[in-house]
């Protein structure tokens, strides 16, 4: 059984960090290429970052440079540390999980609910 769950969200000011985890269980996620993406309540859901099984890694143009995807594969979490944060950072943050697919494809796949697995979210506000 998947089971993905996110933390480590918050509110924090214009420029702060933070750094969001999400743990996986259930099984080890090696083979699994993992991601982030997020979403706004009447906005589409943004694909961020995605880290594939060969360390592969993609980021969307808004957050390349101020956000970092990183796995550590023994504790089976997932990590993305958001820097120089803006108030339209501000959403619900999402972790996503999938087998056998590659950080490009999985950067524009994992906001469709047929990508994988989705965990529940942690909310981020920027003021």
């Known amino acids: 059984h998947v089971q993905l769950v996110e933390s480590g969200g918050g509110s924090v000011q214009a420029g702060d960090s933070l750094r969001l985890s999400c743990e996986g269980s259930g099984r080890t996620y090696v083979k699994w290429c993992m991601g982030w993406f997020r979403q706004v309540p009447g906005k589409e859901r943004e694909g961020l970052a995605t880290?594939?099984?060969?360390?592969?890694?993609a980021y969307a143009d808004s957050v390349k440079g101020r956000f970092t995807i990183s796995k550590d594969n023994v504790a089976n979490i997932l990590y993305l540390q958001m820097d120089d944060l803006k108030p339209e950072d501000s959403a619900a943050y999402r972790c996503?999980?999938?087998?056998?697919?590659?950080?490009?494809?999985?950067?524009?796949?994992?906001?469709?609910?047929?990508?994988?697995?989705w965990g529940e979210g942690t909310q981020v506000t920027v003021s």
């Open positions: 996503a999980a999938s087998w056998d697919v590659t950080a490009n494809a999985a950067l524009g796949r994992m906001t469709s609910p047929e990508f994988g697995y």
């Open positions: 880290i594939d099984s060969k360390g592969r890694i």
